[in-house]
């Protein structure tokens, strides 16, 4: 069973490019993509999620707004019933901070994965391989 | 109902009162009173005159904040030391979007604080008299750039204003820049701001129009870009305009950037009815720049040397420092000078790329292509046509944001770096145009030694900000490292 | 008595002790302990090894201070955040002269104050060990750049002192460097260099040479600045060199300089013995620079773009800091990573211009006949040819300072801006060769509305440092003035 | 009868390109031209100036030494018997320095006249068409 993935800039934000690359990258390797393209409320992420039964949420972010844009992201996911893998990417603070301390902050607010905007969609495809297959194997424990 | 016909005089006047009343400022807009205040300017502020007139490239940079004593002396800057022979005012992200309450409070908020809480100039908000005391005190004609899908109010005041040149169109502004207006909508926008226009063209004061080239700015085929250029500008000569700036963003192959230019030019003056005269505008490299202010050096050399060899009628410049984002007005006028020793060194010698002819061949039957399948879906009204070419895809812009475009067309370069279909999902052009473009790619896939694939198109969209043209899946024949390891990559860049 | 011959063992060994003696550092100089050094060396430092299999032009700056330590981290700097793929080491003004006690003092004074009291790095007075010493701390090749007529003792020691590459030639780095040194010393004392460079080529240590190309870097006319280049290249082959980089300077016209470097390439491989390995470079402009560095920025890029259009095997970068004089070591580097975006981002462009081959033709035709002049006024020998067609100006350079050339011939721009010949003086070439060159001078005379006058060669001595190519008498048609006004020409430059 | 004018690059600059160029424009404007070329002493452009009985000396240099290479300039030729206008032009000081201050140096250094490197060969032409004519105008005077 392919895994499904729900994929979006989140906020005001209009960068398209990296989010079509990583949605071809997704499709060619033989992910069910649900692209929300740019300028995504939390809410549509949510709503997408829950309707697709998403494996994995994978929010975009590129002009230097993400962690104000985040801000009750996991609370919005949860109230629609959704808890996926949650992965955040690209230039996530204005500036050249430490991209370590980002990563912490992110991560705190409960991204699973957090990348930097030097990431390829291989590594991206990687992560979510053995993410998602490590829970279809736990899903299909379950039902098992 | 929507169609691309001419806004009727007693519609034009109710849609005007309408606009004017979405903010204060709106009130003061008087046509007889602004043709008056056009015929007080001297001839070297006539935008359109200079342009058509000029016997060589002019050059143009980007600026705009938020006070008006600062934008003067920002354009003054960039008149004297830059020597920019046309100026430019940027507008303001929240008059973009229309929100002139919040554009006021940024400007109101610069003034107390001398901070840049504004990143363009608010137009609306200044008014009619403040825009007049700016085109007053520059010596230069002076544009208005902005990337508004509803500049209905903008256009009101600024052409009240003494601006004879505004950027934008209904697809060009609205494709590359928002997610969710219809294209329906900004035609019927525009078509208002063209209608404008062309009543202060009717009254001998000649407001250039400018669509908004580069789109995306991101690796755009040049068959596409100029096919979105002929039908805004189809869509701008119904309302009246009669001076019409089609622009090409740069893709860095020499020979595909010249061919396209030529293109672009020929294509508009026999598809444009010949009342309009038509002119060019060539805009540097709109992908991501390098981090390095010298490398950048290079990405705008590369621009004026195209200029020099292609003689666009207009030239917008970039600064070494655009990778950071809005340049200090030193580097701004740097770029300009840097295109302009470039392109006055190379434009007298007479330079004929070979292959140029072919490739211009191939440009204009694919673009003339897309321009008949809008006309078919619209049934000849160009006004429908493009509001179904784009919803099925028939017409598409690569790397679009907007709801209203399928954006899934996608780019890759060929082994000589020129800009292909990598992916033509829906887009209506015949199959020996595609088999073409994927001969090409096929070629550069046996030189790389791998498959025709997505990953060409994401190591092009990087090449030139990680110092290259083509994304080569081993660019590391020679030295890396050094000064850029490390740095964030500049692959994505924001249309104006 | 002068003759095109190589040095007899006997007579290299009596040389080589006597010039030894010139100062206290020559005595550590031995030539099989030398061999082993050299062959100690990696293959990543085998200057023509790393040059002759790139599979891309290599990019080299000029570079060159007193102190070891300084020199070390200046280039460290080019290579690390310029990527520069070959370094260089400019020797200082006094040990050009052989002035080593002076040189001595100014090392000695920069050692104690810290200040640049050289203008250069003094390698004879640093020794054999200390040249090790470089040699070893940096990762890329280096060659030795200088300006020295008699280079005999500076070669001695820095061969010994492991760099495999040494610019300049009897003619080359007479003729554009002194006034008073006669060519027949200058030939004699390059075989002496050349003879060296032998002895260690035969020993596997391939030493490479490279002619000063640009020679007085004003507006040279390509078919002289080759002629010269071959018959240097002819007497350092007869002293058994097998490696030579034959050298031009831009002038800044594209269809000239690549047509020039692709006659310099093709002549070397033909004229020159079979067992030679000829490579080329292209010297960035060495006229007068812009005295601004945006502007110095678009004479980097052209440099950049002819590169990449021209292949040379080698590229010596300007910085933009080149009005000034000796740049900062961030202005080299920047001007080296400049040069490098544009030549990766048009390198695989594979673009041809229309029109080289004529010119490569008329270039080559012009070059050979003065290659010819030189073989007859030396019945043969290209020795005493040398000496005796400078004295005649049958063979001559313009701008040339030397009492040894006439330095009566006078190059202007045509209307294309190519270099052409406008004062013949002595010059040698055929009637047919005149008359083009006069045609296409009284081309540029109607367009300018002038007669053709000297006026013209004293307007294109200036036009690049005003902002363009060629020495009209009205550049003034734009905008003028702004940060360049008031501010001093740059019209002149000095080579190296 | 024509003016004749030795010209040369004083001290040890090797700057060629200016001086090739005025005795160009020199010759074409009808003067009797002796070009000493570059690295001239002060005694080679008195001697020069001596021997051919020249109407003016013009000095040429670009390195920036040209107050030290021009100390006891005027001495020198006084001493070869040689009184003639004498003009300085180049550039003639270090770094960016105010020019009227250098022009003020070279004049009271016994230059009659002091350019800087902007100016074209007209210009000189025309300086001393004007000087060598009242030169020429006084001789004619006194052997009247």
Redesign the interface.
């Known amino acids: 069973m392919a895994a499904t993935v729900t994929l979006g800039v989140i906020g005001s934000d ?5 989010i ?2 990583l949605e ?2 997704l499709s ?1 390797a033989g992910f069910e993509v649900h692209n929300l ?3 995504t409320s939390q809410e549509e992420f949510a709503e997408s999620a829950a309707t697709h039964d998403a494996d994995a949420v994978l929010v975009s972010s ?1 002009y230097g707004h993400a962690e104000q844009d985040c801000r009750g992201f996991h609370e919005t996911l949860q109230e629609a019933g959704v808890d996926t893998v949650t992965y955040i990417g690209g ?1 996530l603070a204005v500036g ?1 901070s430490d991209f370590e301390e980002t990563r912490r902050t992110f991560r705190d607010m409960g991204f699973d994965r957090v990348f ?3 990431t ?2 291989e590594e991206a495809i990687r992560a979510l391989e053995m993410d998602c297959a490590h829970s279809e194997r736990d899903t299909e424990r379950v039902t098992a | 109902m929507l169609r691309d016909e001419r806004i009727p005089a007693e519609q034009l006047r109710r849609i005007d009162e309408d606009v004017r009343g979405n903010w204060s400022t709106g009130a003061a807009v008087d046509f007889e009173e602004a043709v008056e205040f056009h015929e007080s300017l001297p001839a070297s502020k006539r935008f359109a005159d200079v342009l058509e007139n000029a016997d060589r490239p002019l050059l143009q940079p980007r600026a705009g904040v938020a006070r008006l004593e600062e934008q003067i002396s920002l354009l003054e800057h960039l008149q004297n030391e830059g020597q920019a022979d046309l100026l430019p005012t940027t507008i303001d992200s929240y008059t973009r979007d229309n929100q002139y309450e919040k554009a006021q409070t940024g400007l109101e908020e610069a003034r107390e604080t001398g901070k840049a809480a504004l990143n363009g100039f608010p137009a609306v908000n200044h008014g009619v008299e403040r825009c007049r005391e700016l085109v007053e005190a520059l010596d230069a004609p002076i544009e208005v750039r902005h990337g508004t899908p509803d500049a209905r109010l903008l256009a009101a005041i600024t052409f009240a204003g003494g601006f004879q040149s505004f950027e934008g169109g209904p697809i060009s502004y609205n494709i590359p820049y928002c997610k969710e207006n219809s294209l329906a909508d900004t035609i019927e926008h525009w078509q208002f701001v063209d209608r404008l226009a062309g009543a202060y063209t009717e009254r001998g004061i000649t407001i250039n129009r400018e669509p908004f080239g580069p789109l995306t700015g991101t690796l755009v085929p040049p068959s596409i870009a100029i096919a979105v250029m002929l039908v805004e500008g189809k869509l701008a000569a119904t309302q009246g305009v009669r001076s019409l700036t089609l622009g090409y963003g740069q893709v860095g192959n020499l020979v595909q950037d010249v061919a396209a230019l030529r293109a672009l030019k020929k294509l508009g003056n026999e598809y444009l009815p010949d009342a309009v005269e038509v002119t060019t505008v060539f805009h540097e490299w709109m992908g991501g720049f390098p981090p390095d202010e010298a490398r950048a050096n290079g990405v705008i050399g590369l621009g004026g040397t195209t200029a020099a060899i292609a003689q666009p009628d207009k030239v917008i410049t970039k600064s070494p420092q655009e990778f950071q984002g809005v340049p200090t007005k030193e580097a701004n006028a740097a770029g300009l000078r840097t295109t302009r020793q470039m392109l006055d060194m190379v434009r007298e010698q007479a330079i004929t790329l070979e292959g140029v002819d072919e490739e211009q061949e191939l440009i204009e039957r694919t673009a003339m292509e897309l321009v008949d399948t809008v006309e078919a879906h619209g049934d000849g009204d160009v006004a429908l046509g493009v509001v179904d070419a784009f919803a099925s895809g028939a017409l598409d812009v690569p790397f679009a944001p907007s709801d209203a475009a399928m954006g899934a067309v996608l780019p890759a370069r060929d082994d000589d770096g020129r800009v292909r279909i990598f992916e033509f999902a829906e887009l209506d052009v015949s199959d020996d145009i595609k088999e073409i473009h994927g001969n090409f790619l096929d070629e550069r896939a046996r030189t790389e030694g791998r498959k025709r694939s997505f990953k060409m198109v994401a190591d092009d969209v990087d090449a030139i900000s990680d110092g290259r043209l083509i994304g080569r899946p081993n660019p590391g024949e020679g030295r890396q490292g050094g000064e850029d390891a490390g740095a964030p990559k500049g692959g994505e860049s924001r249309a104006d």
Chains 1, 4 share one sequence.
């Open positions: 209009a960068h398209v490019v990296g079509t690359i071809q990258a060619a393209g740019v300028q590129l230039n050249q930097d905007s030097e390829s969609p």
